[in-house]
């Protein structure tokens, strides 16, 4: 069986800065691309950060000079680094993951840890 377990959430002021991590476990053979998605209340699910299994990186416009993507492939952990956070922010942070097990590769998500950004 396979987790991915989020951390770092937290309530912050406009301006402020936090780091979530995202650490897979399980019988993993190898772990492929990974990404951090976001939910706000009574929106869909977007896309917030992606990586690659060779550190290629992508961002929503939203974010695009304020968070950085970054990953442990010896630790199975992804970073978000989020900096001059607004409270259009505020949401829950999900991660998901392409991970490869003995039997198949398929994409797992995270619990979500929630970044509440107060104005």
């Known amino acids: 069986q396979v987790q991915l377990v989020e951390s770092g959430g937290d309530l912050v002021q406009a301006g402020g800065s936090l780091r979530l991590s995202c650490e897979a476990s399980?019988?993993?053979?190898?772990?492929?691309?990974m990404g951090w998605y976001r939910q706000a209340p009574g929106k869909q699910r977007e896309l917030v950060a992606s990586?690659?299994?060779?550190?290629?990186?992508h961002y929503a416009d939203s974010v695009k000079g304020r968070f950085t993507i970054s990953r442990d492939s010896a630790k199975n952990t992804v970073y978000l680094q989020m900096s001059s956070l607004k409270p259009e922010d505020t949401a829950v942070y999900y991660c998901?993951?392409?991970?490869?097990?003995?039997?198949?590769?398929?994409?797992?998500w995270g619990q979500g840890t929630q970044v509440t950004v107060s104005s």
């Open positions: 399980g019988a993993i053979v190898s772990v492929n691309d």
């Open positions: 990586i690659t299994s060779g550190s290629s990186t």
């Open positions: 998901k993951a392409f991970i490869s097990l003995s039997y198949g590769s398929q994409f797992y």
